[in-house]
């Protein structure tokens, strides 16, 4: 048995191995030989492929059942129902506790429990903060090396500090000789628990090995355990993404963007800027933890260190950036395989080779009328990799957030862009998105309108009526004018024959222009009852392919889609219960008045 210095996290380890009885245990110290070690073992057990054409790149296919984040698996235990709120699965945590320990007692027999220290943000950085993933997945290892920073320089800056609780395991002990499968874990969706103890900041994770399910500083610590110590410390963790925009004079802005899974963030935080001598870099592509800095301005760090991201789609016309990085040191999981040993995915820009190897492992062929690669297939991929990352993006200083965009994917109503009136109007903008629900999340609902305030719906721990109050608290702490604005974006417009009007990603860029330009003072708005849009030729569409009238209806605030809306929103905010601001429904009100005066 190992010991560390730590003594809550000693007694912590030796009690999980306890309970999970596995036959190794071993400190991750986060080195690359450790790395290279554990890449070993995955290709060793036949989990993972080299991938011939990608030097240090390897494949993963994962089981059918464990593809993405288990939305309907997901659990906040907190201690009263309420709580949780109405949109969080909630089981009493000494009930849960009792359940999942039963399945936890002998799960990793004939396995490595592995104990991987991690920090989220840069190490010693004020906004960081340190957790303990105990798991029996080298896949996680692997993964958890990539998108935070791990090992014994984490352990020395923890000290007798505090720390996150993460447990993980893939739920599929080996009896002796056993062979294991090459992506062990529960196959019955039903049997997957994904579950949070706010009060305990503790997480407890079995039976899937995929994603943010399994890499639990990521969605279950960075969002649902750390809002939760944002809430009580003052502070805030988004779902969003963190990008640096400097225009041709050289003048430099941080912008926050929250968009749903499967809405943008990782496009928009590396795109292709399409004016000359504009420039975008990357600070993040996920979440961002912003506080106070002594000057009353917001100051965001990205707290991981790699980049998860869908992989269809991204192709050199979509993002560039991401097609460089991802050309060495990455982990693909559900990609097709090609006979040559590279990988191919839908919408890569690249034509389909005549036969491939698909994300399940089977023989595939372009008429076959499957997908070579799940629709939630993920590059995992090292942030410093990246050519476009900002030389400041470990600054444990954070940067100064200029403004935050709000969106998701909307085909009809919302407009391209609509600049919110104050903080308050931005909150409640915020609280008023939703999106198309896509296949990023397991549920039966694709193609539904589903209400997701600030991209937070699956990763707030808590009540989300007080998510929004705590939002809206936060405006009340300084002074208005240090506060970053908010914008309203939707990319996702289409025609009648269900084409995109906007082309999307390096022309978002046209739209970001305008928000620098408000920022400074000099873009032209127009004032509607939604708020303030560009004026006439504000947005700059030279060179591109959308006319006119294309733009009209881009930025057409079209009354009675809005009063529907409305509707739909109050249906939505009648869930909040007593526990809605009233400061939103204040800000409803004032836009249905707008809206019929
Ligand atoms: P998560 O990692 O799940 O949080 O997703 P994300 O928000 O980072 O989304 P990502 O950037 O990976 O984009 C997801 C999908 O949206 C991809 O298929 C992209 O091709 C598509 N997409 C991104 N930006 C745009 C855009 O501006 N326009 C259009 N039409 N599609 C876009
Ligand atoms: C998301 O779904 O928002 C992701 C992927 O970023 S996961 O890490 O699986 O949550
Ligand atoms: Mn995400």
């Not at 103890?197 to 399994?214: K, L, Q, V």
């Not at 030279?542 to 006119?548: K, P, T």
Request: hydrophobic residues 35%.
């Amino acid at each position: 048995m190992i010991s560390v210095s730590n003594k809550a996290l000693d007694a912590w380890i030796k009690e999980v191995a306890e309970m999970c009885k596995p036959d190794n245990v071993y400190l991750c110290d986060g080195s690359q030989e450790e790395y290279d070690k554990m890449i070993q073992i995955t290709v060793d057990a036949g989990s993972a492929t080299p991938l011939k054409k990608r030097p240090g790149c390897y494949l993963f296919r994962s089981h059918p059942s464990d593809v993405a984040r288990a939305e309907k698996r997901t659990f906040i235990a907190s201690k009263n129902r309420e709580d949780a709120g109405p949109t969080n699965n909630w089981i009493d945590p000494d009930e849960l506790k009792a359940t999942m320990g039963a399945l936890y007692d002998g799960c990793m027999k004939g396995r490595t429990m592995y104990v991987i220290p991690f920090s989220m943000g840069p190490i010693g950085s004020y906004i960081s903060k340190i957790g303990v993933e105990i798991t029996d997945s080298p896949y996680v290892v692997i993964n958890m090396r990539i998108m935070t920073r791990i090992g014994t320089e984490v352990l020395k800056s923890l000290g007798d500090g505090e720390f996150v609780r993460c447990l993980h395991s893939v739920g599929k002990p080996l009896a002796p000789g056993e062979k294991d499968l090459s992506w062990p874990c529960v196959p019955n969706v039903d049997e997957k628990y994904i579950s949070h103890f706010p009060e305990e900041r503790m997480i407890w994770s079995y039976g899937s090995g995929y994603g943010g399910n399994a890499l639990l500083g990521k969605k279950c610590f960075a969002l649902r355990i750390a809002g939760v110590q944002a809430r009580d410390e003052g502070w805030l963790a988004e779902h969003m993404l963190i990008l640096k925009l400097t225009d041709s004079d050289g003048k430099f802005h941080y912008i926050c963007g929250a968009f749903p899974s499967a809405c943008g963030k990782t496009n928009l935080a590396m795109l292709e800027p399409s004016f000359p001598g504009w420039k975008v870099e990357t600070i993040g592509d996920d979440i961002s933890w912003m506080k106070f800095g002594d000057d009353g301005r917001l100051y965001a760090i990205n707290p991981e260190a790699g980049f998860f991201g869908v992989v269809p789609g991204t192709s050199m016309q979509s993002n560039p950036n991401a097609m460089k990085q991802i050309m060495t040191n990455t982990i693909f999981t559900n990609v097709g395989l090609t006979d040559d040993g590279d990988v191919w995915w839908e919408g890569s820009g690249i034509p389909a080779p005549d036969h491939l190897i698909d994300w399940q492992g089977n023989d595939w062929t372009p008429d076959c009328g499957r997908l070579a690669a799940h629709s939630n297939a993920r590059f995992t991929t090292p942030a410093n990799q990246c050519a476009v990352i900002a030389p400041e993006w470990e600054d444990p200083a954070g940067v100064p957030i200029s403004a935050i965009l709000v969106g998701g994917r909307r085909k009809t109503t919302i407009p391209l862009v609509n600049e919110s009136l104050d903080w308050s109007h931005g909150i409640f903008l915020g609280s008023i998105m939703g999106s198309e629900i896509t296949t990023a999340d397991i549920t039966d609902k694709v193609g539904q309108v589903r209400r997701d305030p600030f991209a937070m719906l699956p990763f707030v721990g808590y009540h989300m009526g007080d998510y929004l109050q705590h939002l809206l608290n936060i405006g009340k702490k300084t002074d208005a004018s240090k506060l970053p604005r908010i914008y309203f974006v939707n990319w996702f417009r289409k025609n009648d024959e269900g084409k995109f009007i906007w082309p999307g990603f390096g022309d978002n860029s046209r739209v970001l222009k305008w928000i620098v330009e408000r920022i400074s003072g000099t873009g032209k708005a127009v004032s509607t009852p939604i708020g303030n849009m560009p004026a006439p030729g504000a947005i700059d569409t030279d060179g591109i392919n959308v006319s006119a009238g294309d733009m009209e209806e881009l930025l057409k605030v079209d009354k009675e889609a809005w009063l529907a809306e409305i509707v739909s929103i109050k249906e939505n905010y009648k869930s909040y219960g007593d526990r809605l601001p009233p400061e939103l429904s204040a800000q409803l009100d004032a836009l249905e008045k707008r809206l019929n005066g």
